[in-house]
């Protein structure tokens, strides 16, 4: 399977605060990426961090990558309202064409 | 903008109808997903398309079927729809055939079977 479990399954916080989200898998990977879906919308991609890469940040962002214990942490650092929504995480492994979604973390930023 | 576009937007039918969900992908992706995402099932992938062939089923049911055309736009047909087929319809693309390259999604389909 190509599905990444995320944990927790939700997270509430207040404004400005951290939002930590942790990703595992069971097999080797070639990369694994984050996505965010707001309420009833697409997923929108965040990053993508590669098998051979530790850390990626992105603006707010910081995703790391720990390949020896098949998981994976997306960090979003003073969190907004708007950053409320799920996120999931997903990898490739190679070409077979799946692209696997857990249930995701649901984050609630409270104003 | 994604650059994927769904039509239609919504979607109401009664039981026992058939229905087409359509997906242009972005220009220059190969591979078109199809996600059928419900509230009690979360987002499940059905199947994927890479230059106009299968490439990975999920789990897509029988009445349910797709495919890619040579300008690689994609369709999904539904049919024999009963009530629990009620769900967000989602169609993402990428370069990739896989995996390995970030995919983009459309704004979906509300399909709701009455």
């Known amino acids: 399977s190509q599905q990444g479990e995320e944990d927790p399954q939700a997270l509430s916080i207040q404004e400005g605060e951290n939002a930590t989200m942790n990703c595992s898998y069971k097999?080797?990977?070639?990369?694994l990426q984050w996505y965010r879906q707001n309420s009833g919308r697409g997923l929108v991609h965040l990053i993508l961090?590669?098998?051979?890469?530790r850390e990626k940040h992105s603006g707010r962002l910081r995703v790391t990558l720990d390949t020896s214990k098949k998981s994976s942490s997306l960090l979003i650092t003073a969190s907004r309202a708007a950053d409320t929504a799920s996120y999931f995480c997903?990898?490739?492994?190679?070409?077979?064409?799946?692209?696997?979604f857990g249930q995701g973390t649901t984050l609630q930023v409270k104003p | 903008d994604s650059g994927v576009t769904q039509t239609p937007k919504h979607l109401i039918t009664a039981t026992g109808q058939r229905v087409t969900l359509r997906c242009s992908p972005r220009?220059?992706?190969?591979?078109v997903y199809w996600y059928q995402q419900s509230l009690d099932q979360g987002l499940q992938f059905l199947i994927q398309?890479?230059?106009?062939?299968?490439?990975a089923k999920g789990n897509i049911l029988e009445r349910f079927s797709a495919q890619q055309f040579p300008d690689l736009h994609s369709e999904l047909n539904l049919s024999s729809l009963e009530l629990g087929d009620s769900a967000l319809y989602f169609c993402?693309?990428?370069?990739?055939?896989?995996?390995?390259?970030?995919?983009?999604f459309g704004q979906g389909t509300r399909l709701t079977v009455v």
């Open positions: 961090i590669r098998s051979n890469e």
């Open positions: 993402a693309s990428s370069v990739g055939p896989g995996g390995n390259t970030e995919a983009f």
């Open positions: 097999t080797s990977i070639n990369n």
């Open positions: 398309y890479y230059n106009g062939e299968e490439r």
């Open positions: 997903t990898y490739g492994s190679s070409n077979t064409g799946k692209l696997i």
């Open positions: 220009s220059g992706d190969l591979s």
